[in-house]
């Protein structure tokens, strides 16, 4: 019994994350409800309250589900006994830019974020929890590319932090552009040369020297 109730609310959580992706899509995160979403899943918003503290608490749910494929590969660069550092990130990034083109529901969710959600009061929570999440992502880059510098895939001198913000600005970049006018340019068929750019950028830019 107690097996079959946790089994049940996963599955309510799932069917809850589900339809606020929907909603977000189609409405954007402003203009949705958390009675919306209650509505959409077929469930009371005392059972979104029961998983979710609010709609913040909700949208970084579903921003989470997103990290898992990406963990293995970034932890790999982020290890000093890793011997191809720079290679990990090569590949973390072209999976990434695959990922959106070819999965409807990473494309989606990344739309969300990227094009439907605006930091209004309601979500002041989420706005401080995009902040840290992209402190946290210069610092873990940083150490990849710190790494890299240490094999010996860049240079000594590479200003690692500056380096950091630069090609995190690149990617998100990308992904802002491809996201609002997809037909603009290829993001899957030239996943690599886009992230050869990136690369390229932290191997040969004198401004990223120290």
Not at 41 to 47: H, P, Q, S
């Amino acid at each position: 019994m107690v097996r079959r109730t946790k089994e049940e609310a996963q599955e309510t959580r799932s069917q809850i994350l589900e339809a606020a992706q929907k909603a977000f899509y189609e409405r954007g995160v402003a203009r949705t409800t958390l009675a919306d979403i209650a509505s959409l899943a077929g469930v009371t918003r005392g059972a979104i309250y029961w998983h979710f503290s609010n709609k913040a608490d909700l949208l970084q749910a579903m921003l989470d589900t997103l990290k898992e494929p990406l963990d293995e590969l970034a932890r790999a660069s982020e290890s000093e006994d890793e011997l191809d550092p720079l290679g990990c990130m090569r590949k973390l990034l072209i999976h990434l830019f695959h990922q959106v083109a070819l999965d409807p529901k990473t494309r989606r969710i990344n739309e969300i974020l990227f094009h439907k959600c605006e930091f209004t009061d309601e979500m002041c929570d989420l706005r401080q929890q995009r902040r840290e999440a992209s402190l946290e992502c210069n610092l873990r880059i940083g150490l990849t590319l710190r790494n890299a510098v240490n094999r010996g895939q860049l240079p000594a001198d590479l200003d690692t932090a500056r380096a950091a913000i630069s090609i995190h600005a690149y990617i998100d970049g990308l992904l802002y552009g491809w996201l609002l006018v997809p037909d603009s340019f290829e993001l899957h068929a030239e996943a690599e040369r886009w992230v050869e750019t990136g690369l390229d950028m932290l191997r040969l830019s004198p401004s990223l020297r120290k």
